[in-house]
């Protein structure tokens, strides 16, 4: 989109779309892990408790920093939402994060769970960690907005089918608000407070 194009759009917020999947993968990884160690393994629990530790570290980092200079250069470019654009609700945009990835999310724990008996615990531990990570890129887009006093939004229908692409190839810019529109606060979390206008 055109940076002049001031079309009405329906507007996701990109922190809460980024946070949505950080639950449910941190969750079902925590679970997984649980059970595996009741199982010993291939390898024995020491040996899977050590590689999922490191796969957890591996993996919350690569999540954190994956596409951030795309996220970056989205977000110097934004440009002022119009009066007329309607901005998606934090609810709704989780739970079309969440539907559009419900099958992923049951393969991700089978296959946590099945790797616990070659290597305990590590497959849990890498989703965990990639929960992790989601949770930390979303705090990092959280001190931009606050640094920037402006929250970042992307065209609903840029996010793809399972609405969680807010960096894709598809996504041409970003727009922003006010740091009190909508009903999520910097870094996607639920306001504690009413925001004040």
């Known amino acids: 989109m055109a940076r002049g194009d001031r079309r009405a759009q329906g507007l996701a917020r990109v922190a809460v779309v ?4 950080a639950a449910p993968l941190w969750w079902l990884g925590v679970f997984a892990a649980g059970i595996g160690l009741l199982v010993p393994g291939i390898t024995g629990r020491r040996i899977g408790v050590l590689a999922g530790a490191a796969m957890f570290v591996i993996a919350g980092v690569g999540v954190t920093y994956w596409r951030r200079r795309r996220y970056a250069e989205l977000a110097r470019s934004a440009a002022r939402a119009g009066k007329h654009d309607v901005l998606q609700d934090r609810a709704v ?3 079309n994060w969440r539907r559009g990835h419900r099958w992923w999310l049951l393969l ?3 296959a946590a769970l099945g790797s ?4 305990p ?3 849990g531990m890498l989703l965990a960690g990639c929960g992790a990570g989601l ?5 990092w887009l959280g001190r931009r907005e606050r640094d920037g006093e402006a929250l970042l939004w992307v065209r609903v229908d840029w996010l793809g089918a ?3 692409r807010p ?3 598809t996504v041409k810019a970003y727009r922003s608000t006010g740091i009190a529109a909508g009903d999520a606060a910097p870094g996607g979390a639920r306001r504690r407070t009413a925001a004040l206008v």
């Open 93 to 95: 945009s989780v739970r």
């Open 162 to 164: 399972d609405g969680g």
């Open 135 to 139: 949770r930390l890129k979303a705090a």
């Open 116 to 119: 616990a008996f070659a290597v």
């Open 108 to 110: 991700a724990f089978a």
């Open 121 to 123: 615990t590590a497959g």
């Open 18 to 21: 980024v946070r949505a999947g």
């Open 167 to 169: 960096a894709g190839k």
